[in-house]
């Protein structure tokens, strides 16, 4: 059975997730963008034996705590997509513009693409390719439970932004409505940042991808 328990971490308090299998105890840190001590301190109480690194995108905020994680325990740096790597290689300069100390560039032991599947202990999580707040972001859907790791695709109320380079705001709903909306509306998704929500909810009431929006917007 998946567990899982959402630690907020750097100024943008980001939804960094410590997944594991309760069969195994095997585990995986979801987005590690920072407070890499606090992580691993949660860690440890949980009991969780870390076996790798899943990345929804390359922003600083997901991702540069991953490079110190990996050497102190070895563990391999899993996803994005390709197309994130340049956003893995400018972590560093981006943080010294936010004056955020310890982040680090990174370069994942394995990218991903849509359709992959990645374990953790005897946790299967699919793997969906969502372009659009970022070209190379990915999504980690595990379909026992019903729910969604989603980075900053969608939030409760809101969506990802998409004036970063290489965003796209059509891409970005198409990647929500043709890969998200599918999994049902009873899927429970975690944001990069805020409070959960369901695809349902946000199909109600999302003033950015809802259905009455969407549908309003063809006519």
Same mark, same amino acid.
């Given at each position: ?10 100024a943008?308090?980001q ?7 309760d ?7 979801v987005?590690?963008?920072?407070d890499?001590d606090?992580l ?10 870390l076996?790798?690194i ?18 102190k325990l070895?563990?391999p ?7 994130d ?10 943080a010294? *513009?936010?004056? /955020?100390?310890g &982040? ?6 394995q990218?991903?693409?849509? %359709?992959?599947? @990645? =374990?953790v202990?005897?946790v299967?999580?699919q ?12 999504v980690f859907?595990e ?10 695709v ?7 932004r998409?004036?970063?380079? *290489?965003?796209? /705001?059509?891409? &970005? ?10 999994? %049902?509306?009873? @899927? =429970? ?21 809802g259905d ?8």
């Amino acid at each position: 059975m998946l567990k899982a328990q959402i630690v907020p971490v750097t100024a943008f308090s980001q939804n960094c997730s410590i997944i594991w299998c309760d069969e195994t105890m095997e585990g995986a840190l979801v987005d590690p963008g920072g407070d890499v001590d606090r992580l691993l301190e949660v860690v440890d109480k949980l009991g969780v034996k870390l076996t790798k690194i899943l990345l929804t995108h390359g922003h600083l905020d997901h991702a540069g705590g991953a490079a110190d994680i990996k050497e102190k325990l070895g563990l391999p740096i899993i996803g994005p997509h390709k197309d994130d790597k340049f956003w893995l290689d400018q972590i560093e300069d981006n943080a010294a *513009r936010y004056g /955020m100390a310890g &982040l680090r560039n990174c370069t994942p032991d394995q990218w991903l693409d849509d %359709g992959d599947e @990645v =374990t953790v202990g005897n946790v299967t999580l699919q793997v969906l390719h969502t372009p659009g707040h970022t070209p190379g972001h990915v999504v980690f859907y595990e379909g026992n439970h019903k729910v969604a790791f989603v980075g900053d695709v969608i939030f409760k109320g809101s969506i990802g932004r998409t004036d970063f380079p *290489r965003g796209d /705001m059509p891409t &970005l709903v198409k990647s929500i409505t043709g890969k998200l909306w599918p999994l %049902g509306p009873d @899927v =429970t998704f975690v944001p990069g940042h805020g409070p959960l929500s369901t695809f349902g909810a946000e199909r109600q009431s999302n003033p950015f991808v809802g259905d009455a929006v969407l549908t309003s917007a063809m006519r």
